[in-house]
């Protein structure tokens, strides 16, 4: 007995580090800006940055801002994405148009929605193969855009699919050749490349969408959760000395929380990068 009791005292540490979550160490940059709103890296672990405004500003890896784009007609973005290979998109549902920008943040493109018969787009992403999907708030469907050609190739009626009249949709996002619906208040509803329903993950709350490695991440109070896509377990990774942090997005080699004003930059940590 006396061995027994011997070997629980020696392996309570053990477990008990087992069971507390990791740290994101110290910041590798932070960035101050007034009216901060949303933020995305690019393929180069850049950071793009908008206040409430529309402007967009360009900041380096270790966080140095090296340019800055201020459209002539202001306007809150609800949509940033810097992830693609080549262009950067932005979105405003205010303005009823989106905007294609280099990675200088010189603009190519700049269209509003009223030609395509799309009446009231809240929510908007970029897609392969020269499509932009559309959330029509008017009709409730779901709809993609050829932007060349300025045309819908589908719609999709989500009130009948979802059986649902109150689709409070804050965000849609493509990953993988899949599409990701965030309607905070039920939960996120996952779409194949022809807007077809594959799934609905019944997580709630999630700010902003962050899709790494078959994982959703989000910020839980003080706690940076995920859910396996594969499996839907859902797991604490950190613990956040931040109680103000709001949401994260991660790039290659980077990852940024986001709270009131700020952006804190840290390197990937490897307990990250080894999610399965």
Known sequence: MRS???????????????????????????????NLDLISFDTKDQLFASNTSGDIYLYSQEGKQLNLFSPA??????????????NIFSFSADLQEYRILDRFLNPLAEKGFSLAEINLAKAATLGNNNVIWVWDESDLNLKSLDYLRNLIIQSQPLNLILESEDLNVSEIREFKNRLFMNVPDTGIFIFDNQGNLMRKVAVTGINKLCYYKEHLLWIEGENLMAISLSSNEIVT?????????????????????VSKDKVSMYITPDWLKSLK
Do not use: C, F, M
């Open 4 to 34: 027994l009791g011997l070997l629980i005292y020696l392996l309570l540490p053990l477990v008990a580090s087992a069971q507390v979550p990791s740290k994101l160490g110290t910041p590798l940059a932070e960035i101050s800006l007034e």
């Open 237 to 257: 990774l950190a613990q956040l000395d931040n109680s103000e942090a709001s949401y994260i997005q991660i790039g290659q080699e980077r990852l940024a929380i």
């Open 73 to 86: 007609r202001q306007g809150r973005l609800n949509q940033l994405e810097a992830g693609w290979t080549v």
